[in-house]
């Protein structure tokens, strides 16, 4: 994909496609490695694909969690192997009740002509 907005915004729908359907290899696949995420006081990194577990965001997503939504997508930087943007997402219940919603900053990067999530700075616990 030659727009690298365009191409970013699918990198986050594939990431949350994949984790809305429990698909680890996907939430991988939608990454680039090293992966970090500032959140909660703390940073985690994940330096080699298959190191991200949907285990791990399962524990911290909230009670009852089922699925994410995005509530906003807004590019801050546009470049062309990097994409800064400004994100906001839901985490729901199965129920359709809401558990919380956070503002997110995800970096896009590409990689090797592959395009992946390489970080995050969230509000998110």
């Given at each position: 994909m030659s727009d690298p907005l365009a191409a970013a915004l699918k990198t986050l729908d594939d990431y949350l496609a994949a984790l809305n359907r429990g698909d680890e290899p996907?939430?991988?696949a939608a990454c680039n490695f090293p992966h970090v995420r500032l959140a909660g006081g703390k940073v985690a990194v994940w330096p080699n694909h298959g190191d991200y577990k949907l285990g791990d965001f399962i524990a911290r997503a909230g009670d009852g969690w089922h699925h994410s939504t995005w509530d906003e997508r807004t590019a801050i930087h546009v470049?062309?192997?990097?994409?800064h943007l400004k994100v906001k997402f839901s985490r729901w219940r199965k129920d359709g009740s809401l558990i919380a919603r956070f503002e997110t900053i995800y970096?896009?990067?590409?990689?090797?002509?592959?395009?992946?999530?390489?970080?995050r700075s969230s509000f998110a616990d």
């Open positions: 996907g939430l991988n470049g062309d192997n990097k994409v970096i896009v990067t590409r990689q090797d002509g592959r395009w992946g999530i390489q970080a």
